[in-house]
């Protein structure tokens, strides 16, 4: 069982950086794939970033560009910088683990932590 704990959420100005950490426990960190959600009120949860085991990345077109996912297995962390926020930007990141797959859909993934809040003020 992996568990997983996001931090590094708060409160910012537009234009502001921000950088997620989450740390993963009880798994072999290193053969997951992972990914970056997020769910804003009233909204589905959607995808913003994911990198594979072998470093494959992909960004959701909204945060192409400003964000960037990055890993560092010998931490069992996976990042989330985020540059240039926008109110739009205001949602609960989550984390996310995958056994088998390095996916948009958050159905592929198996593990998931509690969320971090993320608030952008205009």
């Known amino acids: 069982q992996v568990q997983l704990v996001e931090s590094g959420g708060g409160l910012v100005q537009a234009g502001d950086s921000l950088r997620l950490s989450c740390a993963a426990s009880?798994?072999?960190?290193?053969?997951?794939?992972m990914g970056w959600f997020r769910q804003a009120p009233g909204k589905e949860r959607e995808f913003v970033a994911t990198?594979?085991?072998?470093?494959?990345?992909y960004y959701a077109e909204p945060v192409r560009g400003r964000f960037t996912i990055f890993r560092e297995d010998a931490k069992n962390t996976v990042y989330l910088q985020m540059h240039s926020l926008k109110p739009e930007d205001t949602a609960v990141y989550y984390c996310?683990?995958?056994?088998?797959?390095?996916?948009?859909?958050?159905?592929?993934?198996?593990?998931w932590g509690q969320g971090t809040q993320v608030t952008v003020s205009s």
């Open positions: 996310a683990a995958s056994r088998v797959a390095w996916s948009v859909r958050k159905t592929e993934y198996d593990y």
């Open positions: 009880g798994g072999t960190f290193s053969t997951y794939a």
């Open positions: 990198i594979s085991r072998f470093r494959r990345i």
